[in-house]
């Protein structure tokens, strides 16, 4: 009888040690599901903003504002192109983002020659390219403030994207 009971203490103590390696283990699958799921979110966000990019390229360089080809693109036509660049992407781009926030109404033009001024910010900008035949469009989101606090850390605060397309005729 005294065996059987020593049997029983022993079978007892492995099932407890299961639970406890099973507690230990639990908290870094959980952590690691969680930072999986995240970097998916960012990669999502980090091809989309891509996207949302070259889509504004594309807006820009083709959209048309009564400029020929013969007259150039002067500054007043690349603001208005702009401008209209923002109505477009607000109505077409907005929510596409899940864990940034880009602010479509920010987006300016610059003259390349002020482009130091900008280039560090957290806002978009368009600025014609130095030939004079290209349109370059920067666009940048912010990290949004209910990320979760677990895996913030991971990721960049501002999210930057930029593409160079030739203006069409």
């Known amino acids: 009888m005294w065996n059987r009971l020593k049997d029983k203490r022993i079978t007892n103590s492995k099932r407890g040690s299961i639970f406890i390696e ?10 690691f599901l969680f930072m999986i799921i995240y970097m998916g979110l960012f990669m999502h966000d980090y091809v989309a903003l891509n996207n949302i990019t070259r889509s504004a ?17 002067t500054e007043t036509v690349m603001q208005t192109k702009t401008t ?22 920010q987006i300016s033009y610059v003259d390349s020659a002020n482009l ?3 280039e560090n910010g957290d806002k978009g900008y368009v600025f014609k390219g130095n030939d004079g035949k290209t349109v370059n ?10 990320s979760p606090l677990l895996v913030d850390e991971f ?7 930029a593409l ?4 069409e005729d």
Do not use: C, H, Q, W
């Open 155 to 161: 990721i960049p605060d501002v999210l930057t994207s």
């Open 84 to 105: 209209n660049l923002k109505a477009y992407l607000n109505e077409n781009e907005k929510g596409k983002l899940m864990l940034y926030n880009v602010n479509f109404d």
């Open 57 to 73: 390229a594309r807006f820009v360089a083709v959209s048309t504002s009564g400029a020929k080809a013969a007259e150039g693109y």
């Open 137 to 146: 469009v920067v666009m940048k989101a912010v990290k949004s403030d209910d």
């Open 164 to 167: 160079k397309m030739k203006l």
């Open 22 to 31: 099973f507690a230990v283990v639990l908290p870094l699958l959980v952590f």
């Open 116 to 118: 130091s001024s900008v």
